[in-house]
Structure formats: C-alpha cells, structure tokens
C-alpha cells in the first residue's frame, strides 16, 4: 500500500519561504513520478510541481515558476518543494502525489495522495 506523507506546511508572511517533503513508502520510488498538488478553500485542485524518475526532468505550473523548486532524493524516498517569494495566493492544502506518469499528475488525477499540509501566507 502507498503511504505519503508530508510534513512542512505552516504559516508564513509573504515574501517568505517554506520548504515541504514528502516521504513516501509502498512503491518503486526510483520508477515513480512524484509530484505537489494544492487546493485552496473554495477552489478547484490544481497542479503545482512533478518531478520524473528519468533524468529527474521536472514541470511547474505557471505560477510558481522561479519561486517554487521540486527534488527528490531516492535515496531516502523523499521529494522536497522549496517554496520561495511566498504570495497570499499560494496559500492552500499542499498534497504529495505518485503516479507512474507525469501526466496524470499534471491532470490532477494521481494514482496515489497524501494527506496533505496546509501552507497559509499572510499578507
């Protein structure tokens, strides 16, 4: 069974930064695309971040391009999302996906989800 779990989320003042991981279990992490989804209260999913297992390729959404940077480490089976030049907007349910391809996660549709951690940025 996959387990992702996330950890990192909290409340910041714009400008700020915060940096989420996610650790994960139950799968072939190093044959796994990973990836951040958010919601925020009222709004729709959307994609936010994805991160192949090949050549460690990775995709934004437009609006975090330059502030946001997504990691893994197979090692340890953790991704990691840098957030920085944090905006009131950016505030949301921040949730670790898994899925086998990018495009289900830039769909919103992955096979795997985590919890979840809220991100709350203060203007």
């Known amino acids: 069974q996959v387990q992702l779990v996330e950890s990192g989320g909290g409340l910041v003042q714009a400008g700020g930064s915060l940096r989420l991981s996610c650790a994960a279990s139950?799968?072939?992490?190093?044959?796994?695309?990973m990836g951040w989804i958010r919601q925020a209260e009222g709004k729709e999913r959307e994609f936010v971040a994805a991160?192949?297992?090949?050549?460690?390729?990775?995709q934004y959404a437009d609006s975090v391009k330059g502030r946001f940077t997504i990691s893994r480490d197979n090692a340890k089976n953790t991704v990691t999302l840098q957030m920085n030049s944090l905006k009131p907007e950016d505030t949301a349910v921040y949730y670790c996906?898994?899925?086998?391809?990018?495009?289900?996660?830039?769909?919103?549709?992955?096979?795997?989800w985590g919890q979840g951690t809220q991100v709350t940025v203060s203007s």
């Open positions: 996906a898994a899925d086998s391809q990018t495009w289900h996660i830039v769909r919103v549709t992955p096979g795997s």
């Open positions: 991160i192949s297992w090949f050549r460690n390729n990775t």
């Open positions: 139950g799968l072939t992490f190093s044959e796994s695309v």
